[in-house]
């Protein structure tokens, strides 16, 4: 027995919550237990969920207590404040009281093992108000275990209640939750852990630095269990004291103000600090995967500073994070950081899988800075705009014309309904059937049908076999409707040689060919592997121009 008192409790299971008080972050489903105890609606079933160490199994106990609990007296009813000092309450807590069943569905996963656990179940309780059964991990039950348990579910004894605890409610069947009353268990945000810390570490007398408390809280990841075992582990690596440098070195950290100064030179494009940074971090047991992972934080940091400035104020910033903020949030476009955020997000996985880790993380870096330095897509749009360029000047990587010599199909693309509202040629008729919503008409105009011959008032057609009957009366009807008046069309019925979709097609592929020689594009392709045109749009220059046959190219590129 001495034996068992000497023996160290970890803080996890030391500051178990043992009242509903103590459940951190979980208000909504205190409140609503709290009702339905008071207003005697309880539920026959309950199910848990949330991400581990949140309180799920500590608050089925919780209930357990809440509803079996008699008080000092052995005569008070279920309360949200169970007293703790009663029978009841004392075996509950210690996990040996004889009506409340505990299975963990993680080892007992078959049907056989339901069967047994509501052998019982049309027996009343021995010593307590309810029958109560904590199903821990109840995921992990196999199809029948489930369907051994639905109708007793669904209508168990008065005396019985069910308290489902799970971190995969996405694999409990639907027959289950609807017969149940769901609660997900939030996850605890870094004040709520930082307030935690704080009341273990003044009970067990512990100083710690309040950097070293944050940087737990961060890694915990909003679970309550995992953020007191570092704890645990940082006390003892300290020898009794929490300080900023054990716990980075435990967590294998880098270094925060290093950290900010990496990001810096990344978005300046300034390799040799990038790579000297990095290295040295490496060096002193900061891990690849941290390294960026504290980028992308960062990445996040400056991107939300930008579009919302008042979370410069917030009391969990650095002064060291908020001046880099407040700096490149002004500097450094929305979708530069978008753009980084996804390099970085794919990095993570190439550095999974490849053999040396800090290689990985170099590489890249070194693409990100590169990346950095590429004007966007609304940078070269705007370079156009301002400075469109003439037969004489040099090509540059902003700059980028299309050559006269146009292919036909793509240049009347460009080409708008008339306003008065006549069709002069076969592109005003595509415009005004694309504007006007006819979208059949205009698929078979472009995929199932020959234009031998155009002019106002008047068209030559070879139809396919594919198009509608009606294709002719609805087409005249609508160059009617467009035009005021009645068009003769002549049709021929036969093999199409060449619709207008095989020659925009045509047109198209022959212009991507022509722009993937140009300078700007040739850097694109050769730094982002994979990419490739999506689009050709072309734009006429300014009529005032004296150039008035130069066309500017808009090119719109999908990453891959």
């Known amino acids: 027995m001495s034996e068992q008192e000497n023996q160290y409790v970890v803080l996890a299971r030391k ?295 008042n979370t410069l104020k917030s009391a969990l910033m650095g002064e060291n994070e908020r001046i880099l903020s407040e700096k490149l949030s002004k500097e450094v476009p929305i979708a530069v950081l978008s753009k980084m955020w996804q390099m970085m997000i794919k990095g993570l996985s190439e550095i999974n899988n490849a053999p040396l880790q800090s290689q990985a993380l170099e590489m890249v870096l070194i693409r990100i800075a590169y990346s950095a330095q590429l004007p966007t897509p609304s940078e070269i749009l705007e370079e156009l705009k301002k400075k469109p360029l003439g037969h004489d000047e040099p090509q540059t990587l902003k700059k980028v014309i299309m050559p006269e010599n146009k292919p036909v199909a793509l240049q009347t693309q460009i080409s708008v309904a008339p306003n008065n509202g006549s069709i002069q040629t076969i592109q005003d008729l595509i415009s005004y059937l694309e504007k006007s919503k006819k979208l059949l008409l205009l698929y078979a105009l472009k995929n199932d049908v020959c234009v031998t011959h155009f002019q106002s008032g008047k068209m030559s057609l070879v139809l396919s076999e594919k198009v509608a009957s009606d294709f002719v009366s609805n087409l005249k009807q609508s160059l009617k409707e467009a035009t005021g008046g009645d068009w003769g069309i002549d049709v021929q019925y036969g093999q199409v040689s060449e619709t207008i979709a095989d020659r925009e097609k045509s047109a198209l592929e022959n212009d991507k060919r022509q722009i993937s020689e140009y300078p700007l594009v040739k850097a694109i392709l050769a730094e982002f592997k994979g990419a490739k045109f999506d689009t050709v749009i072309h734009a006429a220059q300014n009529e005032a121009s004296e150039n008035d046959d130069d066309l500017t190219t808009n090119l719109e590129e999908e990453y891959e």
Not at 167 to 181: D, F, H
């Open 15 to 309: 500051y178990r919550p043992q009242v509903f008080e103590d459940l951190l972050g979980q208000d909504a489903l205190v409140q609503t237990l709290k009702n339905a105890i008071e207003n005697n609606r309880l539920h026959h079933a309950y199910i848990l969920t949330g991400i581990r160490g949140v309180g799920k199994t500590t608050t089925a106990r919780l209930i357990a207590r809440a509803l079996n609990c008699t008080g000092l007296d052995g005569k008070s009813g279920p309360t949200i404040h169970p007293c703790g000092q009663c029978e009841n309450c004392k075996a509950i807590a210690s996990g040996r009281h004889i009506d409340v069943l505990e299975l963990d569905a993680a080892s007992r996963t078959g049907v056989d093992d339901i069967r047994e656990l509501l052998a019982g179940v049309q027996y009343k309780p021995t010593n307590a108000r309810y029958k109560i059964y904590i199903i821990d991990e109840v995921h992990m039950l196999s199809k029948g275990a489930f369907n051994a348990l639905l109708k007793t579910l669904e209508e168990p004894p008065a005396h019985v209640k069910f308290i489902f605890a799970t971190t995969e409610i996405r694999k409990v069947p639907v027959t289950i939750l609807s017969r149940c009353q769901r609660f997900d268990l939030e996850r605890l945000s870094i004040d709520t852990l930082l307030e935690l810390f704080h009341k273990v570490l003044k009970a067990e007398g512990i100083e710690a630095d309040e950097e070293a408390l944050q940087v737990v809280a961060k890694a915990a990841d909003g679970s309550a269990r995992d953020g007191l075992s570092m704890l645990d582990q940082a006390i003892v690596l300290g020898s009794g004291k929490i300080r900023f440098e054990t716990v980075k070195e435990m967590i294998g950290l880098a270094d925060r103000t290093q950290m900010l100064a990496l990001f810096e030179s990344l978005v300046k494009g300034d390799l040799p600090k990038v790579l000297e940074n990095v290295n040295a971090q490496y060096q002193h047991g900061a891990n690849p995967q941290i390294i960026l992972k504290d980028l992308i934080e960062i990445v996040h940091m400056i991107a939300k500073s930008r579009i919302v400035p």
